[in-house]
């Protein structure tokens, strides 16, 4: 009996049942890569329907950009989840289990309702054969609208006007950081791929830009004059810096607002929390009750509160071990700035790629000085370390191949002293294989 046809209009009865199907009969973009990629509506408006539209049964934020949604998601979920309001939340990818993508004030989605949902759409999934990404954007809006949320924190994929999650009308969008990544599917240029996260734009909804770039904000001004959509540029009412002590200090104009002892602490919050706080007031406008208090709470506990990992996750000290999911050009540089103000004497870097981005500019930023483990992620999608290492060494990066991530991190702490830095990155992939994050 095939694979397939052992699934065949069975029921699942246990959710590790339900995971090995989606896994390995659903194209997932995570693990394979472009094959599993759909620039396509049509199954995920099926779905909605055959769900009874449950995206139309809450309210939402929708959240696109290149570098910065994920944390922008947590952010302003849990400060609405600290203001009293019953908070979904749909992330992806997830670094540990499945259930991370979906969450209700905090708490992942019960195992028991994946199966109940995966048998529902059963008959479904035979006559439309949606993806995995598909199948879960549903799973998502049916468990909120199931919940009677009171908001949802809605992160977009990829891209944005012809992701699966650009089917619902939410109460704000917001669009953060634009830079290379996917243009393979996106675009050929920043204006291509900012066009395609504008897509999230709906007629009449504000929308927010966390940072005005040079010929990007030009695309979503025109987008948002053509869908008639109030347009806010966060800096002009925000910015954020760190002082010495390693807050983030937060201005209105001259005016300093509040110091935050910001979760998770990584340099490119500067870039997010204007835009967080510029959707909070626009929120405000639209009748939520969020006090000040309340974004304070969100902010500095974002991780007790919604579960956030892998941004600037310091995982132990002397010697310091930190990992971190940023991995294109922009994210990068922003992690290096960050070690470089972080004291340490010698560098240690556990490092990853996957396969279907070009590595060049990115090994081109490492440091020199570090130490290299180069390493493979137990997905298809991985670059293989061998050819990570050929790349690395014509960039001048010294180290060698340990394949396994965690392995490659127990050597990195056999030889690092107590006053080194351990860095492990490269790919989100890499991340999620840390056996203690």
Not at 148 to 161: L, T
Not at 398 to 422: M, P, Q, S, T, W
Request: aromatic share 10%.
């Amino acid at each position: 009996m095939s694979d397939i046809n052992k699934y065949s209009q069975t029921y699942f009865s246990s959710y590790q049942e339900v995971l090995d199907y989606m896994y390995t009969q659903l194209p997932m973009f995570q693990r394979v890569g472009g094959a599993a990629f759909k620039k396509d509506l049509t199954n995920t408006l099926a779905l909605c329907k055959y769900l009874s539209y449950p995206e139309h049964q809450f309210k939402s934020i929708h959240i696109a950009g290149t570098n910065g949604k994920g944390s922008s998601s947590n952010y302003l979920a849990a400060i609405l989840q600290s203001a009293g309001y019953k908070t979904g939340l749909y992330t992806s990818p997830h670094l540990k289990n499945f259930t991370e993508r979906i969450k209700v004030n905090g708490k992942e989605i019960p195992e028991d309702r994946v199966i109940d949902f995966m048998n529902r759409v059963r008959p479904f999934i035979e006559e439309h054969h949606p993806s995995f990404f598909e199948l879960t954007v549903g799973m998502a809006f049916d468990c909120f609208a199931v919940e009677k949320v009171d908001i949802a924190v809605v992160e977009v994929g990829m891209g944005g006007r012809l992701d699966s999650t650009n089917v619902i009308i939410p109460e704000v969008s917001l669009i953060t950081n634009i830079s290379a990544d996917h243009m393979q599917w996106l675009g050929n240029t920043l204006e291509e791929v900012a066009a395609e996260k504008g897509g999230i734009i709906k007629d009449h909804v504000p929308v927010v830009i966390s940072e005005k770039q040079p010929g990007i904000s030009e695309v979503f001004e025109r987008i948002a004059e053509e869908r008639q959509a109030s347009l806010y540029f966060a800096g002009n009412s925000y910015t954020s810096r760190f002082d010495s002590s390693g807050d983030l200090v937060v201005f209105s104009g001259d005016s300093k607002l509040h110091t935050f002892n910001v979760q998770p602490a990584g340099y490119y919050q500067t870039k997010n929390i204007p835009g967080v706080l510029k959707v909070i007031d626009i929120l405000r406008e639209r009748g939520f009750e969020i006090a000040d208090e309340h974004i304070i709470k969100g902010i500095e506990n974002v991780r007790a509160i919604t579960g956030l990992k892998g941004r600037w996750h310091v995982l132990g000290t002397q010697p310091m071990v930190v990992c971190d999911v940023g991995h294109n050009k922009a994210g990068v540089e922003l992690i290096l700035d960050q070690i470089a103000s972080t004291p340490h004497k010698d560098l240690y870097m556990v490092w990853g790629a996957v396969n279907d981005k070009d590595i060049t500019d990115t090994l081109a930023l490492l440091p020199k000085e570090a130490h290299y483990f180069f390493c493979q992620a137990n997905i298809p999608r991985a670059l293989d370390a061998e050819k990570l290492y050929e790349e690395a060494t014509k960039q001048g990066l010294k180290g060698r191949i340990i394949k396994n991530v965690n392995e490659a991190i127990a050597e990195a702490k056999a030889l690092a002293g107590k006053d080194d830095l351990i860095f492990i990155g490269g790919s989100t992939f890499v991340v999620a294989e840390i056996a203690d994050l």
